[in-house]
């Protein structure tokens, strides 16, 4: 069992920049792959991206791919979203989950609740 927190989000300006966290608690943080997922009000969960457990891999959707960077410090059992050049369509709460590389979310075996990002015009 692994218990998920995420933090860093908040309101930011477009093109303005936010890193989020998250920590994870109990379980092997170190054996697990890792995504970030956002889902906006009224749209279904979307993948953003993935890591694997040695951060050797990743894979960012194409919608954030040079403006958005997922990295781990497994020492500190933390995973990243830089997210740069910020867009008020980015505006969504964003999950991190364990478990899986891949782009669905039925993939990932354990989720923590959220940390809102708002983009402003």
């Known amino acids: 069992q692994v218990q998920l927190v995420e933090s860093g989000g908040g309101l930011v300006q477009a093109g303005g920049s936010l890193r989020l966290s998250c920590a994870a608690s109990?379980?092997?943080?170190?054996?697990?792959?890792m995504g970030w997922f956002r889902q906006a009000p009224g749209k279904e969960r979307e993948f953003v991206a993935a890591?694997?457990?040695?951060?050797?891999?990743?894979n960012h959707a194409d919608s954030v791919k040079g403006r958005f960077t997922i990295s781990r410090e497994n020492a500190k059992n933390t995973v990243y979203l830089q997210m740069n050049s910020l867009k008020p369509e980015d505006t969504a709460v964003y999950f991190c989950?364990?478990?899986?590389?891949?782009?669905?979310?039925?993939?990932?075996?354990?989720w923590g609740q959220g940390t809102q990002v708002t983009v402003s015009s």
């Open positions: 989950a364990a478990g899986s590389l891949s782009v669905l979310a039925t993939e990932y075996r354990f």
């Open positions: 890591i694997s457990w040695s951060g050797g891999r990743t």
């Open positions: 109990r379980g092997t943080f170190s054996t697990y792959s």
